[in-house]
């Protein structure tokens, strides 16, 4: 086969330091349309980023030559640098150090993107912790609730 092709598209979620509460409304507006562009930056397609106040959830079309590794530490390291930048009230911003990336069928995109875009609204009811450990959850994936907070 003389052409690589990859239909990789995943979703993403980290959270700030703690769970602080940092990324306000007026934040979150500028925020997301730069986690997009840091994700086109590498190469990747940002279909859609949203989150509430203390994290984020991007749903990522990756490019066959990018890890998740490597596009992580960009999108949460220019992130935290321009956050600091723009926003000098948030001179010690930090995300986690974790983060989680799920697959997701090309079936399930339609309804990633409208639970990404609904996030505020699912927060008014759920907070980050549950909704994380339903994530866990939902995928199969095993944890330990003393490693999962940093």
Same mark, same amino acid.
């Given at each position: $086969?003389?052409?690589?092709?990859?239909?990789? +598209?995943?979703? +993403?979620?980290?959270?700030?330091?703690?769970?602080?509460?940092? *990324?306000?409304?007026?934040?979150?507006?500028?925020?997301?349309?730069?986690?997009?562009?840091?994700?086109?930056?590498?190469?990747? /397609?940002? +279909? !859609?980023?949203?989150?509430?106040?203390?994290?984020?959830? *991007?749903?990522?079309?990756?490019?066959?030559?990018?890890?998740?590794?490597?596009?992580?530490?960009?999108?949460?390291?220019?992130?935290?640098?321009?956050?600091?930048?723009?926003?000098?009230?948030?001179?010690?911003?930090?995300?986690?150090?974790?983060?989680?990336?799920?697959?997701?069928?090309?079936?399930?995109?339609?309804? *990633?993107?409208?639970?990404? /875009?609904?996030?505020?609204?699912?927060? !008014?009811?759920?907070?980050?912790?549950?909704?994380? !450990?339903?994530? *866990?959850?939902?995928?199969?994936? /095993?944890?330990?609730?003393?490693? $999962?907070?940093?």
């Amino acid at each position: $086969m003389p052409q690589s092709i990859a239909y990789i +598209l995943l979703h +993403l979620v980290f959270s700030t330091k703690d769970r602080l509460p940092h *990324l306000n409304e007026a934040i979150r507006s500028e925020l997301h349309p730069y986690l997009a562009t840091v994700a086109r930056n590498a190469g990747c /397609e940002a +279909l !859609r980023v949203g989150g509430a106040s203390d994290h984020v959830h *991007l749903a990522i079309r990756f490019s066959r030559t990018v890890s998740v590794a490597s596009l992580i530490e960009e999108l949460k390291t220019g992130s935290s640098k321009w956050l600091k930048k723009r926003f000098p009230n948030l001179p010690n911003f930090s995300w986690q150090r974790g983060y989680s990336a799920f697959s997701i069928s090309p079936e399930d995109q339609n309804g *990633l993107l409208v639970y990404i /875009e609904n996030q505020e609204e699912h927060h !008014r009811i759920v907070t980050f912790q549950d909704e994380y !450990r339903a994530l *866990l959850t939902e995928f199969g994936v /095993e944890y330990d609730e003393r490693y $999962m907070w940093d």
